[in-house]
């Protein structure tokens, strides 16, 4: 029976696989494809630097080359993440390459990725730091922009792209849906005292019209965003550069340290693996072994 099932493979019968592209350009296009405007562009630039810098061919890439790469990386032009990450995309595209066939060898696999000190511990603010730029924020479209980013940990292209046909109702509070990362859709549970300011900064608005509006009446950009995010930053007193994407980081955290389970937090902010929500664990640990010692 083993014998019957193997001579109907494809191969045996003749069949040959599609190619799934002709040149580099193709493949390139073929793994950006489906993930944000924002990973595409990073991404890009990080391939379009290593194909620069190695001048031939993908197929004509040697191990040695892809070890120059990541040796010329580490000039100090780049920050150690930046050259992780710019590492990281090129092994993402070789893997791809050869898992459709148009590359014989995962050429990339042996190379080493060199380690960096994750920073994201610097990036998270104390409670009170948010409360204090929440409090501090007179105008009604910016405090409810601020709430939503922190309380729902949306990404700032999540927060932009948002209509009031994306909330719905549930019992005295509410839910919001915001279609995220390779399009994604998740929704999430708004506490009560957040459904109610939501209501009431909608009036009479439409059920098309964007959430959070510009004076043009479109949705806000994500620059626009984070020009209102660092003015209730330095509002409140706080000297770094604070991103949109910080109060997303405070969210997870906060949530973790007040007895949120991982995965909730996972599901919340929508994060394909729960290594990702991990990190804010080991960001702000709750116990160390530290604490035991007769110091």
């Known amino acids: 029976m083993e014998n019957a099932i193997t001579k109907i493979e494809p191969a045996n019968l003749g069949m040959s696989l599609p190619q799934q592209a002709d040149n580099d350009g193709q493949l390139l296009a073929l793994w950006l494809h489906g993930r944000s405007r924002h990973t595409q562009r990073a991404y890009r630039a990080d391939v379009e630097r290593f194909m620069v810098m190695v001048a031939k061919p993908l197929h004509h890439v040697t191990l040695g080359d892809l070890q120059q790469f990541s040796t010329a990386l580490d000039s100090g032009i780049l920050k150690p993440a930046s050259i992780h990450r710019a590492l990281s995309a090129v092994k993402s595209l070789f893997a791809f390459g050869h898992r459709l066939g148009y590359l014989p060898f995962d050429t990339a696999r042996p190379l080493l990725l060199p380690g960096f000190r994750d920073g994201l511990a610097d990036r998270i603010l104390d409670e009170a730091q948010v409360q204090r730029m929440l409090v501090l924020e007179n105008q009604p479209r910016n405090h409810m922009l601020l709430t939503l980013l922190y309380v729902a940990g949306l990404r700032v292209s999540e927060l932009c792209s948002l209509k009031w046909s994306d909330l719905q109702p549930r019992h ?124």
């Open 172 to 295: 005295d509070a509410g839910q919001v849906t915001v279609c995220g990362k390779r399009n994604k859709t998740r929704t999430i549970m708004l506490p009560a005292s957040v459904w109610h300011q939501l209501v009431a900064l909608r009036g009479d608005a439409d059920v098309d019209a964007p959430m959070f509006r510009s004076k043009k009446k479109h949705h806000l950009s994500p620059m626009q965003v984070w020009r209102i995010v660092r003015k209730a930053a330095q509002r409140a007193g706080i000297e770094k550069l604070v991103s949109p994407h910080w109060m997303r980081h405070g969210h997870a955290s906060h949530a973790l340290e007040r007895g949120a389970s991982i995965s909730l937090v996972q599901a919340t902010l929508g994060h394909s693996s729960i290594a990702t929500t991990g990190r804010y664990l080991h960001a702000r640990p709750t116990e160390s072994s530290s604490m035991y010692l007769p110091v």
